[in-house]
């Protein structure tokens, strides 16, 4: 028999995404390991922690370090931010040459301060004219699909959905990514489905819905709600990544399959973590200090992650406390026996 989808194929541009259903981007989260690691499991897209598209401007290392790719990743979006219509047209174009992206995106959502107040991320979404006027100058660089990626607004006195989705539609976008909460929430609070349904309607490009996708009840729950075309996890898959194969089953209407025991789950984290460490080796090489450790960095880098892993654990809070102590495999290893998470 076969499986009926609930969700069908989505083109964005000449992209065709069979599963248009996506690791959303997290800064500090979503690199070229996490993001392998949820393909492992199914999820149908990704996108890359922010970039500064000044900093690619300009060939800084850092910054293109941040658009590391593995091979044999699901289709990847550079997820690039700033305020100035031609470096993040300039940004773009390179990026395209790389050759390694499936499309690029344009963030125009991050609350934090430092974006904020330098007019890039969220201050977009104040300035609706501004917004059109850099999508259709990176339209204008690239042959790559264009996405964006915005919320229901600042704050509800500031200008809404509408707008915003006129905006993107002008400046040429593809497709419309929007995160149900305002920016002044940052990512706590309901998630406003009523207005993400208010953009889908809207809009005549595709809309992905955002926000609060921690099941498979919550993402059926969002497309039944608003209609999108397709939809983002962000939270709900850190320290989850098999979310992605409960959320296929769920929208091809098929069996989900079991949650992975202990040792499963002690193999994924482990995968995840030398995924990272296989990541700081070629961060290595970029690092102008010739004695970079890349196992403490990917152990260091692996705390946040692990906490999730972990999370309602017997014995989770003293893990919690030696998680400062997190520098090598073995620290790694032992943590694991300490929560009983002991299977080899
Ligand atoms: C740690 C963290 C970092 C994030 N970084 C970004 C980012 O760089 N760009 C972006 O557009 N959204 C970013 N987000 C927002 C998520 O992509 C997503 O829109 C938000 O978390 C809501 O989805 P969720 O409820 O499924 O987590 C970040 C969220 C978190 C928690």
Same mark, same amino acid.
């Given at each position: 028999?076969?499986? =009926?989808?609930?969700?069908?194929?989505?083109?964005?541009?000449?992209?065709?995404?069979?599963?248009?259903?996506?690791?959303?981007?997290? /800064?500090?989260?979503? %690199?070229?390991?996490?993001?392998?690691?949820?393909?492992?499991?199914?999820?149908?897209?990704?996108?890359?922690?922010?970039?500064?598209?000044?900093?690619?401007?300009?060939?800084?290392?850092?910054?293109?370090?941040?658009?590391?790719?593995?091979?044999?990743?699901?289709?990847?979006?550079?997820?690039?931010? *700033?305020?100035?219509?031609?470096?993040?047209?300039?940004? /773009?174009?390179?990026?395209?040459?790389?050759?390694?992206? +499936?499309?690029?995106?344009?963030?125009?959502?991050?609350?934090?301060?430092?974006?904020?107040?330098?007019?890039?991320?969220?201050?977009?979404?104040?300035?609706?004219?501004?917004?059109?006027?850099?999508? +259709?100058?990176?339209?204008?660089?690239?042959?790559?699909?264009?996405?964006?990626?915005?919320?229901? *607004?600042?704050?509800?006195?500031?200008?809404?959905? %509408?707008?915003?989705?006129?905006?993107?539609?002008?400046?040429?976008?593809?497709?419309?990514?929007?995160?149900?909460?305002?920016?002044?929430?940052?990512?706590?609070?309901?998630?406003?489905?009523?207005?993400?349904?208010?953009?889908?309607?809207?809009?005549?490009?595709?809309?992905?819905?955002?926000?609060?996708?921690?099941?498979?009840?919550?993402?059926?729950?969002?497309?039944?709600?608003?209609?999108?075309?397709?939809?983002?996890?962000?939270?709900?898959?850190?320290?989850?990544?098999?979310?992605?194969?409960?959320?296929?089953?769920?929208?091809?209407?098929?069996?989900?399959?079991?949650?992975?025991?202990?040792?499963?789950?002690?193999?994924?984290?482990?995968?995840?973590?030398?995924?990272?460490?296989?990541?700081?080796?070629?961060?290595?090489?970029?690092?102008?200090?010739?004695?970079?450790?890349?196992?403490? *960095?990917?152990?260091? =880098?692996?705390?946040?992650?692990?906490?999730?892993?972990?999370?309602?654990?017997?014995?989770?809070?003293?893990?919690?406390?030696?998680?400062?102590?997190?520098?090598?495999?073995?620290?790694?290893?032992?943590?694991?026996?300490?929560?009983?998470?002991?299977?080899?």
């Amino acid at each position: 028999m076969v499986a =009926h989808m609930l969700i069908p194929p989505l083109n964005i541009g000449q992209l065709t995404l069979p599963f248009p259903v996506a690791l959303s981007p997290m /800064a500090g989260y979503t %690199d070229a390991a996490m993001r392998g690691l949820c393909c492992e499991f199914g999820c149908g897209f990704s996108y890359t922690e922010v970039v500064n598209a000044a900093g690619l401007a300009r060939g800084c290392r850092a910054s293109w370090h941040l658009l590391e790719t593995v091979p044999g990743e699901a289709p990847v979006g550079a997820h690039i931010y *700033g305020n100035d219509a031609e470096v993040l047209a300039k940004a /773009a174009a390179q990026i395209e040459q790389t050759g390694r992206f +499936a499309f690029i995106d344009i963030n125009a959502g991050c609350p934090v301060r430092k974006i904020v107040s330098k007019g890039s991320g969220a201050a977009l979404m104040r300035n609706p004219a501004k917004l059109q006027q850099i999508t +259709a100058a990176v339209r204008t660089a690239i042959k790559l699909p264009l996405t964006v990626k915005t919320r229901i *607004g600042f704050s509800p006195q500031d200008p809404g959905v %509408d707008e915003l989705v006129d905006a993107v539609e002008r400046g040429g976008a593809d497709a419309l990514a929007i995160h149900g909460r305002y920016a002044i929430h940052h990512h706590s609070g309901a998630v406003n489905l009523p207005l993400i349904k208010q953009a889908k309607e809207r809009a005549r490009i595709p809309v992905l819905g955002n926000g609060g996708i921690k099941s498979a009840q919550d993402a059926l729950q969002m497309l039944h709600a608003t209609g999108v075309d397709g939809m983002l996890i962000g939270r709900g898959a850190i320290g989850n990544p098999w979310l992605f194969s409960a959320l296929r089953a769920a929208l091809y209407e098929s069996r989900p399959p079991a949650p992975p025991d202990d040792a499963e789950k002690r193999a994924i984290l482990m995968a995840h973590f030398e995924r990272l460490y296989a990541l700081k080796l070629i961060e290595g090489k970029f690092r102008r200090k010739a004695r970079f450790d890349a196992e403490a *960095g990917a152990a260091r =880098h692996f705390r946040g992650h692990l906490v999730r892993y972990l999370q309602g654990y017997p014995r989770w809070r003293q893990v919690l406390n030696r998680l400062p102590e997190l520098a090598s495999r073995n620290n790694l290893t032992e943590l694991l026996d300490a929560v009983g998470l002991n299977v080899s």
